[in-house]
């Protein structure tokens, strides 16, 4: 977008304001949208990198335009948690193997893929082995967490969890036939690590527990 509105301007000739007027109607349009500014603030960063890579690949003797531009402000959205009433109005409705998936995320804060690939393997005698990619194609890393109440006693072969290859649709479902505020596996892992922190547990703690690469 930023290429097609300076068109052929020479780069030497592209200007600090010229990069601000053009933030400011892609933000303009965006908000007319109702969407907010972490596009403006990705297309600030695009350009940014775009001038760095130019000037030092032909070395030219240039000031960026975009270095003293400030990021535009964003609306910070609080994660929602369920409540403890609405998490037991789902486990009255679900089944045995479903409440079970429930349980284990909850006392785990584990993503919904670290737990339907938990196989039987993973669980040692005093924790569990979870895996999780930190990008698409990198590869699985492991992080070792407590053995959760639910499945102390759980004994098989292969997956824990079998039943599932994908994320599971039975909670949304569940959350539309209780007429409850739709809440996705992730609130429980948010929900996981507001208890944590409730009982005042070390950041680098609740960081290592998650599988966060950094605080």
Request: proline share 4%; aromatic share 10%; with cysteine.
């Amino acid at each position: 977008l930023f290429l097609e509105a300076t068109g052929n301007t020479d780069i030497r000739d592209i200007s600090r304001k010229d990069v601000e007027d053009f933030l400011l109607d892609y933000s303009k349009r965006l908000n007319g949208n109702s969407i907010d500014n972490y596009q403006v603030n990705a297309a600030l960063r695009t350009i940014k990198s775009m001038f760095n890579y130019v000037i030092e690949s032909y070395d030219l003797p240039l000031k960026n335009p975009c270095k003293s531009i400030k990021l535009y402000s964003v609306k910070k959205k609080l994660k929602y948690i369920p409540s403890d009433e609405e998490i037991e109005r789902v486990l009255d409705l679900v089944n045995k193997r479903q409440k079970l998936l429930i349980n284990f995320i909850m006392e785990t804060g584990c993503r919904i893929n670290e737990a339907i690939n938990l196989t039987f393997d993973d669980i040692k005698e005093d924790y569990l082995i979870l895996y999780t990619r930190k990008s698409r194609n990198s590869n699985k890393v492991p992080r070792k967490v407590p053995i959760p109440t639910c499945i102390r006693n759980l004994k098989g072969r292969g997956r824990v969890f079998p039943e599932w290859t994908e994320q599971p649709k039975f909670l949304a479902k569940a959350l539309r036939e209780k007429k409850l505020k739709m809440w996705g596996w992730h609130s429980l892992r948010h929900r996981y690590a507001s208890l944590l922190s409730k009982q005042n547990k070390p950041l680098f703690e609740i960081m290592n527990l998650l599988g966060h690469s950094s605080i």
